[in-house]
């Protein structure tokens, strides 16, 4: 829905396999389908457990999308307000 799906060359779902973050088996099915390794890829997430805990304790490098623009911080991570930014991180 954000129009960014140009910028992937695959998008996943854990609908895909029925399993949920912060499972570490979603991560694992999602660079497998992608055909990459942890240290070549990058979780972009808004959801501070499933997403940004769950990636880093697969050992992803993890992105928090604050959608609520509270200026939620946790662990020096690294945070992005609107997807634009993420033109400039990447």
Do not use: C
């Amino acid at each position: 829905l954000s129009g960014i799906t140009h910028y992937f060359e695959t998008i996943t779902s854990a609908d895909e396999i029925n399993i949920r973050k912060p499972q570490p088996e979603i991560y694992d099915y999602a660079l497998q389908k992608a055909n990459a390794e942890k240290s070549e890829s990058l979780m972009i997430g808004d959801d501070w457990i499933a997403d940004i805990e769950g990636a880093k304790a697969f050992g992803i490098e993890a992105i928090f999308f604050d959608v609520f623009k509270d200026g939620f911080q946790k662990d020096k991570a690294q945070s992005v307000l609107e997807l634009s930014e993420l033109k400039e991180i990447l």
